[in-house]
């Protein structure tokens, strides 16, 4: 039997044409295409300003420095995120902040939220892990009354609403991903949606070198910038991959459901929130009933494997790789984090996958954790 991946990209022939007629118009890199995809990413979001860059890292990075957040700021995130989310705050000179994760949706736990707010704190930096997203009227009742910025940090939640809202279509900045593994992929490639065209037009000076460009042809630089521009090769991905998205989440709820149905329940995983009202199903992660098993992770990746069956781990808590434990973080800092980090593992969940793919990963699941099971 094929070898099943956790996850694949769905690349059509429309999307091969887009690409081939750019590669034959002679204009490869930021250009029209470009500004094509920003204007459907816009009417997407309901007019806001939204802008491309070469990754989500990018735009995190550059939302922060549009912000004025720098060195001697706290920014406060979860630790149960890609390294990507606290790799940008150091970035920019500034401190992360953990705060502990909701044990059922696994986001930051907005409840000890405020507890972490100093008179240094800037901006909330939430992440809507495997699209799940963050409860925003509580979010931004929080910023709110502390006056606090928020970067919403939605590389894997495109597509997901929160009360009826796309994510993305209000609030204060958001970023998304479009790398190979997110809802919709432009190869590499991210964006940033803002509040107004000076923020727009700052991002797009500090995504290429910091240039100003001015009518007569002449060009100014005030401050360094990055060299984070996308190409017109990626953009026309992006615009087939987005009059599909509808579609691809539909299909991911649809397997995500499937998997509610065949998941064998007394196996003694713990299933991710059964939400098909705000979510997209980025992915689907049951975590592993590890004090019950005689093999670690490791051994079940392994052994899944052997079964033709990928599986994924998005991610350990954060705050306990060696550059954060330099920074005085230990285990036992976030309990909650650590367990998920530790038990996580992510199943095949993509658009093009089969429905009868689900009963056979499930099953196979059985078979590795039964012959796995302590007798004692
Ligand atoms: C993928 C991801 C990023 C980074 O996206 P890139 O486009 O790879 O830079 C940041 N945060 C989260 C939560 C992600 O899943």
Same mark, same amino acid.
């Given at each position: 039997m094929q070898f099943l991946p956790f996850t694949r990209p769905s690349i059509d022939e429309d999307a091969i044409d887009a690409v081939a007629a750019v590669l034959r118009s002679g204009w490869l890199t930021t250009g029209p295409r470009c500004r094509e995809f920003e204007a459907e990413l816009s009417a997407w979001t309901g007019g806001r300003p939204v802008r491309l860059v070469s990754s989500a890292t990018a735009a995190l990075e550059l939302a922060l420095r549009i912000a004025g957040i720098g060195p001697g700021d706290e920014v406060i995130t979860t630790p149960l995120s890609w390294i990507a989310t606290a790799n940008v705050v150091l970035g920019v000179g500034a401190t992360p902040v953990f705060v502990d994760v909701d044990p059922s949706t696994r986001n930051i736990d907005l409840s000890r939220t405020e507890k972490a707010i100093t008179p240094r704190t800037r901006m909330l930096l939430p992440v809507d892990l495997a699209g799940l997203p963050v409860d925003r009227t509580r979010l931004y009742e929080i910023a709110g009354r502390h006056g606090l910025r928020v970067l919403e940090d939605a590389a894997q939640s495109m597509g997901a609403r929160w009360a009826d809202r796309r994510i993305g279509s209000f609030g204060d900045l958001v970023s998304f991903s479009f790398h190979a593994n997110k809802n919709i992929t432009t190869g590499e490639g991210g964006? #940033?949606? *803002?509040? !107004? @065209?000076? @923020?727009?037009? #700052?991002? @797009?000076? #500090?995504? #290429?070198?910091? =240039?100003?460009?001015?009518? !007569? /042809?002449? *060009? !100014? =630089?005030? =401050?360094? /910038?990055a060299k984070a521009n996308l190409t017109d090769i990626a953009a026309a991905i992006g615009s087939s991959q987005l009059r599909r998205l509808d579609a691809f989440n539909e299909r991911r709820r649809r397997l995500a459901a499937l998997y509610f149905e065949h998941f064998d329940r007394s196996l003694g995983f713990e299933l991710p929130v059964e939400d098909f009202e705000t979510g997209n199903w980025h992915m689907f992660q049951p975590l592993l009933p590890l004090a019950r098993m005689s093999i670690d992770r490791g051994g079940f990746i392994e052994a899944m494997k052997r079964e033709g069956i990928g599986v994924g781990v998005h991610y350990p808590a954060m705050h306990l790789f060696t550059l954060f434990r330099r920074r005085g973080f230990r285990d036992g800092d976030f309990p909650v984090a650590e367990n998920i980090g530790r038990r996580t593992v992510t199943l095949p969940l993509f658009p093009a996958m089969r429905d009868d793919d689900v009963p056979r990963v499930c099953e196979a699941v059985s078979r590795v954790v039964k012959a796995a099971l302590r007798r004692d």
């Open positions: 964006c #940033l949606v *803002m509040n !107004d @065209e000076h @923020e727009a037009r #700052l991002f @797009e000076k #500090l995504r #290429l070198q910091g =240039v100003t460009r001015f009518a !007569d /042809g002449s *060009m !100014d =630089v005030d =401050v360094p /910038g």
